[in-house]
């Protein structure tokens, strides 16, 4: 009935060397922490003790997250 064998597909997702597809990811999230983290120590820096904590607080929730897949 016009199925395709996905035969092919299955071996490259079960080769132990292949990468992985998303490979910007980890690059992409290092940078928004590194930005992050700077901002947040900035406004520690200038005084503003409460929000910078918050927003790093926030912001490694948030990372955390996005690392896990949610």
Same mark, same amino acid.
């Given at each position: 009935m016009g199925a395709e064998d996905d035969f092919g597909l299955w071996e490259r997702e079960l080769k132990p060397g292949t990468p992985d %597809?998303? @490979?910007g990811g980890a690059r992409g999230m290092l &940078? $928004? %922490? @590194?930005a992050t983290a700077t901002g947040c120590t900035a406004l520690i820096a200038l005084g503003e003790v409460p929000l910078g904590a918050a927003g790093l607080v926030l912001s490694? $929730?948030?990372? &955390? &997250?996005?690392?896990i897949g949610l």
């Open positions: %597809a998303d @490979g &940078l $928004v %922490a @590194g490694s $929730v948030i990372l &955390l &997250l996005w690392r």
